[in-house]
């Protein structure tokens, strides 16, 4: 391993799950830092910040939701959390308090290396960029305008707004309620329907003709939607 390898904070109370994450994350040329509990993990961030960290929802002196918060009260690493099946609402919750996106235990390697790869490169990417081009779609965030193929398409107001924050956010799961907040305002996150509406129409005028399924913004369901290239 590369002395330089970069540092991943492992919070995690089962010694196989962090065996595991050790072994996987050492393979992908990265270091694991291990933690059992909120508290400690919370000090060995304090002391030598890592690069990022896997959070476990559920720790023997807290949860994964208030580490993830406590976090991102001084910093904007990489955060993955690791669920149980089921746990939908803690899902949430950790996204919202700033968890950039979730495993599902029993976890996959190649997944769980590729979320923290996708993970690290939005955390490096320039948080304003002029254009975006993917896979023939191109989004001139600055004159608000986007081109499928060379062709224009035209998008609401509220449609660019949608896909501008998605696109910003590109690899990161994002929430109903952060995506109601983003584009249409704080008195507005309960209202799922119409962002699912637009999300659709979206989805229709940008997606590549003949595509199966969606292929820019991929559906989490009963969580939210990611902007997958």
């Known amino acids: 391993m590369a002395v330089d390898a970069p540092r991943i904070l492992v919070v995690d109370d ?23 509990t909120a508290a400690q993990a919370l000090d060995l961030a304090a002391v030598r910040p890592p ?15 208030e580490v993830t918060r406590r976090l991102r009260e001084w910093s904007e690493m990489p955060i993955l959390v690791l669920s149980a099946v089921g746990e939908e609402e803690q899902k949430v919750r950790a996204l919202e308090a700033g968890a950039d996106d979730y495993i599902t235990k ?4 190649r997944e769980l ?11 490096t990417r320039a948080e304003e960029e002029p254009s975006i081009v993917v896979e023939g779609l191109e989004i001139d965030l600055a004159a608000r305008v986007v081109r499928r193929d ?11 707004d949608l896909l501008r924050v998605l696109v910003r956010n590109r690899g990161r799961l994002l929430t109903h309620r952060k995506l109601l907040a983003e584009v249409w305002g704080p008195e507005y996150v309960e209202d799922i329907q119409p962002l699912r509406t637009h999300i659709a129409r979206l989805r229709a005028k940008i997606e590549p003709a003949g595509a199966v399924g969606p ?15």
């Not at 089962?14 to 059992?36: C, S």
């Open 106 to 109: 029993p976890f996959g390697a």
């Open 113 to 123: 290396v590729a979320r923290l790869q996708a993970a690290l490169r939005r955390a």
């Open 150 to 160: 060379s062709e224009p398409v035209h998008l609401t107001p509220i449609e660019f």
């Open 51 to 65: 690069d990022g960290a896997i959070v476990d929802l559920v720790l023997p002196d807290g949860d994964g939701v």
């Open 215 to 229: 292929h820019y913004i991929v559906t989490d369901p009963g969580v939210g939607y990611r902007f997958s290239l």
């Open 14 to 36: 089962e010694p196989q799950i962090v065996r595991a994450l050790k072994v996987v994350l050492r393979e992908a040329g990265f270091q694991a830092v291990p933690a059992e």
